[in-house]
């Protein structure tokens, strides 16, 4: 059997790479038009950061896994098609903002359409909105109908999160696949199940419609941003009520029925899903003549602005009303740890309202490059607003405060010498904590000015 993965993304990438690696007698072949990106993947140097990936992709490489720029072969080779294509959000005309941009869905379907020569199965694996399937199945069949070509397409959405990737493929709390009703859509259901049954037992392995597959997706991302959303409403109240968001977090996480995970209050949720996909869930409700419902999702977007903003005013209201001229480090620019990603990152938003402020940016990230973090805040690379650094400490030399926005380990109080960055900073030393993850009562005692998400003393100026 081969497969082909159209798309070598953050989706793409990584679960093909676990295809190959779990079913040695299946021929992976992975195609993106950006041959930068494929070269990458033929490098040890991968486009993708994901601990365990790359160890993976070298399992697997030269063995069953390609990687080319050769989408037409690739797609008349194959007998199992995914598209891992990008699905933003529109950014123009009907529905700018909200739905999601289908061009590179529809132009990736166009292509299948007009190359493949026999019969394909076709899976959706970008977060798509419902009823997708459909659309692509059209262009699918009235294209081919010249050919004689028969198409099956299954929705096949990935629930993998970005730094926890290969575990999260390794051992999936489900694999979910949607087909169409009837005896050919159940064939190439159980074609695709056989494929994951490689690895993951069978009970995992759940089939429905593909209405309910594309919309379990949407679902399952709107209610999971929900929740941080959720724990981040209350961090307001508790920063004036003097309560802790962490010890609430913890005492209502122990209730079975709600559970601990995903309680982390913070400087608010970043990645390419959640909000695209809120967003995507209200355009939905909005298109369904459900104004009510579309308005409850997009309270869970709102909310987060709110965090962002609000992170950003303590900041400024803490450094006496002024930040102008002044150097903040900021530690962690990718959206959450173990990523080099940064798309929608809180950092993007947090850094931009500094700079509004006239505030000069010392930058670091472990992973993120120097070319992405001026991309992402759309600065010339000769900006003298901010600097990028090679270290933490670099970052805090001669700062006003330092602003914690992604959770990496190694800001940790067990991992950083603080005392040496107290040393190195103006006085007083402020640190920002947006993930809540120093010992504040240890950096204190040190003469830190600590202030964190969902704390009193964050409120208190
Ligand atoms: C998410 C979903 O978890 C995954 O199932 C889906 O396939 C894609 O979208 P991802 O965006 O990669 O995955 O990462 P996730 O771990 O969900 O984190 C998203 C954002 O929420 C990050 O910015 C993270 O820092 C933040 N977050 C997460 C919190 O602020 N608090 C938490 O408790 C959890
Ligand atoms: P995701 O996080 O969903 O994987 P990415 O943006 O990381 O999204 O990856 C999507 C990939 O799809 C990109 O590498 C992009 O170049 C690729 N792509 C988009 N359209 C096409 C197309 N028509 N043919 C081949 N590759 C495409």
């Known amino acids: 059997m081969k497969i082909c993965c159209i798309g070598a993304g953050y989706v793409g990438g990584p679960t093909m790479a676990k295809i190959a690696q779990k079913c040695p007698d299946i021929h992976v072949n992975v195609v993106d038009i950006n041959a930068e990106k494929i070269a990458q993947w033929q490098s040890d140097e991968l486009p993708v950061y994901e601990p365990g990936l790359l160890e993976c992709v070298k399992e697997a490489r030269g063995r069953n896994l390609t990687f080319s720029t050769d989408i037409d072969e690739g797609i008349r080779r194959a007998d199992i098609i995914f598209m891992s294509v990008n699905t933003p959000t529109k950014t123009y005309g009907v529905g700018a903002g909200k739905a999601a941009d289908l061009k590179y869905v529809e132009r990736c379907a166009r292509m299948i359409a007009e190359v493949s020569t026999s019969d394909k199965i076709v899976v959706e694996k970008s977060t798509l909105p419902v009823r997708t399937a459909q659309s692509i199945k059209r262009i699918l069949d009235a294209t081919s109908e010249k050919g004689g070509v028969k198409f099956q397409v299954l929705s096949n959405p990935e629930f993998l999160a970005e730094g926890t990737a290969m575990q999260d493929l390794e051992n999936p709390d489900r694999v979910l696949i949607g087909g169409e009703t009837s005896p050919e859509g159940n064939k190439a259901v159980e074609v695709l199940a056989s494929i994951y049954a490689h690895w993951v037992p069978r009970e995992k392995i759940i089939t429905t419609n593909i209405w309910s597959s594309e919309l379990s997706k949407l679902t399952a991302n709107a209610f999971l941003a929900q929740r941080i959303s959720s724990i981040n409403a209350m961090s307001a109240l508790c920063e004036v009520t003097g309560a802790d968001v962490d010890e609430v977090a913890h005492a209502i996480g122990r209730d079975s029925r709600l559970g601990s995970k995903f309680l982390k209050s913070s400087v608010g949720f970043g990645g390419s899903c959640f909000q695209k996909d809120i967003l995507n869930l209200v355009y939905l409700c909005e298109h369904f003549g459900l104004p009510e419902v579309a308005h409850y999702w997009e309270q869970v977007v709102t909310m987060n602005a709110y965090q962002r903003d609000r992170f950003v005013k303590r900041i400024l209201e803490n450094l006496f009303n002024t930040v102008s001229d002044k150097k903040i480090a900021i530690w962690g620019f990718a959206f959450k740890k ?119 003393d964050f409120y208190a100026v």
């Open 338 to 456: 173990d990523t080099n990603d940064t798309r929608e990152s809180a950092a993007i938003y947090v850094c931009k309202g500094l700079l509004e402020e006239q505030a000069c940016l010392n930058i670091y990230d472990p992973k993120v490059t120097k070319e992405q973090i001026y991309r992402e805040l759309g600065l010339p690379e000769d900006s003298d607003r901010i600097k990028i650094c090679q270290n933490p400490y670099e970052a805090a030399e001669d700062a006003h405060a330092v602003a914690i926005l992604t959770e990496w380990d190694e800001f940790k109080c067990d991992q950083m010498d603080y005392q040496k960055v107290l040393e190195s900073m103006q006085n007083p030393q402020f640190l920002f904590d947006g993930r809540n993850i120093v010992d504040r009562e240890k950096l204190k005692q040190m003469g830190f000015e600590v202030h964190s998400v969902g704390k009193s």
